[in-house]
């Protein structure tokens, strides 16, 4: 490959990822791992964490920083709770950490990032161009079982149902997979704007 067809393959993979990628994926667009040192080392590249970089020319957008989480997590986390909240722009959300839920055996840790370890159902998920973040429904459901005030699951519902997003009846009836804790919340908060289920 030439020097122009691998920053070519390499940008190409960091365009669609808010301009982060791996370490992996410069070895595959053809960077050796002397050749990502030099790049790092002289600025070319960012360094993002351990094995991530970012490419200084690509315009960051609102949403570029959850590409970088979801490499971080090479692929298996999920943005929920608040961050999903934040992503959906529904409720009054503002978490300090991003949030995100990974399986169970997800061994890494960031300070920067809460995780939820559970198993996810695909139906739950929805894939945007460069990372995961779940469902509208899902998000109040694990915002109603996580929540520190009731207030936080109201607010969230409230939007979400007047925007059209969720219907109070789908809600409702989802409401306990999550456990009572869930259940009791959506239920009040579906309560406290008089919706129908």
């Not at 929920?80 to 009054?92: F, P």
């Not at 915002?143 to 925007?163: G, S």
């Amino acid at each position: 490959m030439s020097v122009a067809s691998t920053k070519e393959a390499l940008e190409a993979v960091a365009r669609v990822q808010g301009g982060f990628f791996t370490a992996r994926q410069a070895l595959d667009a053809g960077y050796s791992h002397q050749g990502q040192k030099y790049h790092a080392d002289h600025g070319n590249w960012l360094r993002a964490g351990r094995g991530l970089y970012r490419l200084p020319g690509i315009d960051a957008g609102p949403e570029d920083e959850y590409a970088r989480w979801d490499l971080w997590s090479r692929g298996r986390g999920v943005m929920s709770h608040g961050t999903a909240l934040v992503i959906h722009d529904i409720g009054l959300a503002n978490p300090a950490q991003v949030t995100m839920t990974v399986p169970p055996g997800f061994r890494q840790a960031h300070p920067a990032v809460k995780l939820f370890k559970r198993v996810l159902p695909d139906r739950d998920i929805v894939r945007r161009a460069a990372f995961k973040v779940t469902t509208v429904a899902r998000t109040l459901l694990d915002v109603a079982a996580d929540a520190a005030i009731q207030q936080e699951a109201d607010a969230a519902v409230t939007d979400a149902i007047e925007r059209g997003l969720v219907t109070s009846r789908g809600l409702a009836w989802r409401a306990d997979e999550l456990g009572d804790r869930a259940a009791l919340r959506i239920e009040r908060a579906l309560h406290a704007i008089g919706a129908d289920t």
